[in-house]
């Protein structure tokens, strides 16, 4: 007989999980992360924003994956064991952002966000939703929504190639993936 093993809950003054890319720390809200997971076997899609690095099979869906070294204009970098996925859910879609390395999950102490300081053009396509610190580091929350924005033109492709079928995924509920 097994002995009954206690899930631990979330604790919910970790809201975000962390990530590197580069020597700039960032974060998303924990609510949109599905899994983090390493690389899967990627196939590249015609026509797709540079950003966009292609597609891969995740559990049955199709899902863009963003790297985010390219979205924010750095040179690739070769891919080590550090380097994660972070599947996120955006609406009703779900894609994956590559990261340097998944850093921790924390939370802002209870402060809110301070506004992304003013960096210029381009500003509007970086998706820094606000910042926050992690000890002595300054840590730029990211808004996946803006991440996803870039997928929109590849969900077409996808839904065309399908003879106009929604692409298949699990439907998001208050945040969170549900079977």
Not at 44 to 69: F, K, L, N, S, T
Not at 133 to 160: K, M, S, W
Request: net charge positive; charged share 20%.
């Amino acid at each position: 007989m097994r002995p009954h093993l206690h899930r631990q809950r979330h604790d919910p003054t970790k809201s975000l999980v962390g990530f590197v890319v580069g020597d700039v720390h960032y974060a998303v809200p924990i609510a949109c992360v599905r899994e983090i997971c390493n690389p899967m076997t990627l196939v590249a899609m015609p026509r797709a924003p540079a950003a966009v690095i292609g597609v891969a099979d995740y559990r049955g869906d199709v899902v863009p994956v963003v790297d985010v070294r390219a979205r924010f204009g750095l040179p690739p970098l070769s891919q080590t064991r550090r380097t994660k996925w972070i599947l996120v859910g955006v609406r009703e879609h779900f894609l994956a952002l590559v990261v340097d390395a998944v850093t921790e999950v924390f939370g802002t102490g209870g402060a809110e966000l301070r506004p992304s300081p003013p960096l210029g053009a381009g500003d509007e396509t970086r998706g820094i939703a606000g910042v926050t610190n992690l000890g002595d580091a300054l840590v730029f929350v990211l808004d996946p929504g803006r991440f996803a924005e870039l997928t929109v033109p590849l969900l077409g492709q996808l839904e065309a190639a399908r003879g106009g079928a929604p692409a298949p995924h699990a439907p998001l509920i208050a945040g969170k993936a549900h079977p």
